[in-house]
């Protein structure tokens, strides 16, 4: 494989994220009619990262701030032919990075997959929490909650 560089997303970046996230069933929706507001409404570019191979978008993620000691991990995904590459670790670990460098001191994470899960636990230390039902058939259809995780960054 060709080597992964990972940088801040842009707006032009927009369309290769959203599809590798719709090919996970993660894309983010606007809302409709009377049903509850989506688990995601869009993406906030100043808070994303994406992985390129030889220019090309091959993962993304991103978070979302909800006060200045707290945030969320929001829409990791790596192109299928990416997977077990170690793209998402990377993606992972700049923004938490970043959160740090922000001064954000706890970072909750909501995931369906029990691989992800694992994934969270045993490379990067959080600890499982509880669960919160999803709203929609978001990620895993078959799934009706999050299971919910958190890690805290700055100890001290």
Known sequence: MSEVRIRKMRDEDLP????ILESWNMAPRPPSGDTPKP??????VANGFVAEVDGRIVGT????VHSPECAETASLAVDRSFKGGGVGFLLQSARLDEMRRRGIRRVRTETDRPETIRWYVERFG???VGTTPKK?????????CWTVLELDLITT
């Open 16 to 19: 290769a994220c959203m599809a």
């Open 39 to 44: 688990e995601r409404t869009g993406i906030d």
């Open 61 to 64: 993620c991103g978070y979302i």
């Open 126 to 128: 959080y600890r499982i």
């Open 136 to 144: 929609h058939a978001f990620s895993l259809e078959d799934v009706d």
